[in-house]
């Protein structure tokens, strides 16, 4: 029989700050052993009307991500949350997902001892991947849906000529992809409208994919 071994748990640190905040995100996340991260360029959707449950008023934005192992993520959460006050309207907002596997690393190890406790689940992070334009329509979708709001992130696909498509989904053009945060009891709806507006199930017309929110910091509804 083979023995036994430890399974790494790692999670991807999500911080959505105002444009010129993601550098210093950076600096102080390295102080708790985090050996870095990328960040992206995006812009946020919020209507008026509706609650901002991102807690961000400026429309431009600046989003972070950050792989380390759970026992560095959680210390990271509640470092970033004393010095930049996620916990106040209007100063951003920080949250972890699960990261079941990871390569092309050694700068994440996992702590001997550190385990993965039952966590309840009370938002997701959805994921859409659709062409550049399309965006705006996936946000006024999820809307519909219950959505109070996203961030448009923009991103270019990437890929050899020989292998052009990605689930029957061109990588070349440049894509827009749209993070929302939800709370979990509004997950499918927003889904499942987005779906059907934008013919989701179609041969090219984009991706949608969930993960589950660890920890968070800086949501209000």
């Known amino acids: 029989m083979l023995p036994n071994k430890k399974t790494p748990q790692f999670e991807i640190i999500h911080v959505i700050v105002k444009f010129g905040i993601g550098s210093k995100i950076l600096k102080e996340a390295k102080k708790c052993g985090v050996k870095g991260g990328t960040l992206f360029l ?3 959707t919020i209507s008026n009307k509706l609650l901002n449950l991102l807690s961000i008023t400026d429309m431009r934005k600046e989003i972070v991500m950050m792989i ?4 560095t993520s959680k210390k990271t959460l509640e470092h970033l949350n004393k010095v930049f006050r996620f916990d106040k309207p209007n100063h951003g907002i920080i949250f972890t997902t699960s990261l079941t596997s990871l390569m092309g ?3 994440c190890q996992i702590d001997e001892g ?3 406790g039952e966590e309840e689940i009370m938002y997701q992070n959805i994921m859409v991947v659709v062409d550049k334009g399309k965006a705006e329509e996936v946000i006024e979708a999820a809307q ?3 959505s109070k709001g996203g ?6 696909g990437s890929g050899v000529h020989e292998t ?6 061109d990588i070349e053009p440049e ?3 749209v993070m929302i945060l939800s709370d979990e009891n509004y997950t499918d709806a927003i889904c499942e409208k987005i779906s059907e507006d934008l013919k989701i199930n179609e041969p090219g017309n984009g991706i949608i994919f969930v993960q589950d929110v660890n920890r968070t910091y800086g949501i209000y509804e």
């Open 42 to 44: 995006g812009k946020g």
């Open 68 to 71: 380390s192992n759970r026992k």
């Open 105 to 107: 690393t050694r700068s």
């Open 114 to 116: 550190e385990e993965r």
């Open 144 to 146: 519909k849906g219950g």
């Open 151 to 156: 961030t448009i992130i923009n991103a270019r």
């Open 164 to 169: 052009s498509k990605l689930f029957s989904m």
């Open 175 to 177: 894509k827009e992809v």
